[in-house]
Every structure is written in C-alpha cells, then in structure tokens.
C-alpha cells in the first residue's frame, strides 16, 4: 500500500465550479449556500460555470493556473470527473460540496451532503493524495476517473437510470435494474489482469474499482482502497434473472465476498473486450469497449475531514 501522504492547506481563495442542472437542479441553490459559508468564513470565492462539459473544462483550467488554494466542485460525481481532468497531477487541492443524485465520492471520502459543512470542511479539512484509475481505449482516447467504472449489465442499467425522472438517488438504479430484466443476457467476454486474459467467457458485468461505490451507495467492490496502487475488478458470471436479482441486495450492501458466481480480482492493468458495450465512468458515459485501465498512483489530491 502507498504511504498516505496527508498535509494541512491554508484555504483563503477558491474557485467554485458549479453545475446548475446536477441534482435535478439542487446545485445552484447549494452553491450558493456553500458561497455564502465560505464569505463567512472569509474565504474569496471565484465563481465559474460553464455552458457545456467544454466550457466548464477550460473554466477549471483556467482557474487552477490563476494561483487559487483549491478547486471546489458543487455537482455530482461526473462534475468531479470533468474537474480531475484539469485538477489532477497539481499540488492544487479539490474540495467538493455534494449536490448529485449518487455523490459517490463524498461517501468515499467522508464528506456531509450538506453544503455548509461541506464548506467548512473544506477550509478546516486536510488534503489526501490518491490514486485515479485511468480508461484508454484502442484509438488513443484517454480519462481519468475517481470512483469506479462499470460495463455490462450495470452500465446498460446506468443508461436506462439516466433517462428516467424518478424515483430519487439510488431507488432510481433500482428500478432501471426491474426494468432491464425485460433484455437480460450474459454477454461474451475476454478479461486481462496485468497481461495475462483471466476470463473468457459470458458474463453478466464487470466492473472497475479505484473506491468502493457507484450508483449512490452500491458497493461493488468492497474491497477497493484508494491508496493502494492497484485498481479491484468485480465480475458477475453468467447467471439467469433469478439468480441476478438475488446476487444485486448483496452488491449493494457489499456483501459479496465468496459468494457463487461473483469473482474479485486486483491488478494494476485490466483490459475488457465485450462487444459494442457502454462504459460509465463516474457516473457518465466514457466510450464503447475495448477498454485499457490502470492506475495512476497519486495523481489525486481531495480535501477530506482531518483524520
């Protein structure tokens, strides 16, 4: 496991990237109650928010070479994965005020929904380096992430949970997974660990740890640390509908260890084939497999409550 490398920032002037639309809308009003809480803790706010991904991208960029002491996200987890495109590999912290439907790296790293206390942890808090998992596919194009990534029938569960209004949070995963019973079947596939192909044969999902939850809580790989060098591989064999629906209560309370038909690995390379299958890194939509993934050891630098 890599040393854990933990230090003290004096906070006095941020950057605040928002995203108006995160949380059905919550965001704005959120940020702005984290606004007003660090101007009373006399903290300079510079408020940014882009019109599209892009804008946001060059916001973020923009602001980190302007001398801030942190870049602070108020959004979901795929805010916080457009943000580490810019933030990682810099000596600038990431604070994160929650405001998204899963906001699995706030359960991750400890950190209170709500904004005020976000807030102020973030300028009594200290900052952690970690690891972020890294995606490449065949053609060269290159993310990172924080949390984990999911393909097969979780992240055709992702999609079908991103089209749908309601219920809330992690009831909404829930019910695209009752209603993606309806299509299910295992699906061919090859794994590679570090070089070597581990698996090759129909499955029902993979899934890619850098932290232990997606989808608001689930812990698919419960295991999974985000300072150990290595990244954790969940794999689902093939199994029927009944045995998926029993297998799913246990993903998301973690109890999978030893369980039938459910396979946990770790490695500092995984490569997935499946055909044509979508990939959801963060909570977004990365690309279509193949995919490369490894880590970056501590490209990641959060503000996290003192230990």
Not at 183 to 199: M, Q, R, T, W
Not at 252 to 280: C, F, K, T, W
Request: glycine residues 10%; negative net charge.
């Amino acid at each position: 496991m890599n040393t854990i490398d933990i230090s003290q920032r004096d906070i006095s002037k941020i950057a605040l990237l928002t995203n108006p639309a995160a949380g059905k809308g919550r965001a704005k009003e959120k940020g702005a109650l984290a606004a007003r809480k660090f101007h009373d803790l006399g903290v300079d706010v510079i408020s940014i928010a882009g019109s599209s991904p892009e804008a946001s991208a060059q916001l973020a960029t923009e602001a980190l070479a302007s001398g801030i002491d942190a870049l602070v996200v108020c959004g979901g987890d795929g805010l916080i994965n457009l943000a580490l495109q810019a933030q990682a590999h810099t000596d600038v912290p990431l604070g994160i005020i929650p405001a998204g439907t899963g906001n699995d790296h706030a359960r991750e790293y400890g950190i209170p929904l709500d904004p005020e206390r976000a807030a102020e942890l973030i300028v009594d808090g200290v900052a952690v380096r970690t690891d972020l998992g890294k995606m490449r596919t065949d053609d060269g194009r290159e993310r990172l992430f924080g949390t984990c990534v999911t393909q097969g029938f979780d992240s055709i569960v992702t999609e079908r949970a991103n089209s749908i209004a309601w219920p809330k949070g992690s009831a909404r995963y829930v019910t695209a997974i009752v209603l993606e019973f309806l299509h299910f079947h295992s699906i061919p596939c090859k794994i590679y660990l570090d070089g070597a192909l581990e698996v090759d044969e129909p499955i029902t999902l993979a899934a890619v740890g850098n932290t232990r939850s997606y989808g608001g809580g689930m812990k698919i790989c419960p295991d999974a640390r985000h300072n150990d060098g290595k990244l954790d591989l969940t794999v689902l064999g093939r199994m029927n509908r009944y045995s998926v629906a029993r297998k799913f209560p246990k993903i998301y309370s973690g109890n999978i260890r030893g369980e039938d038909g459910l396979s946990q690995y770790r490695a500092e390379h995984i490569r997935i084939e499946m055909p044509d299958m979508p990939v959801y890194a963060d909570g977004d939509r990365f690309d279509v497999l193949p995919i490369e993934y490894s880590v970056e050891k501590n490209a990641g630098l959060y503000l996290i409550p003192r230990p």
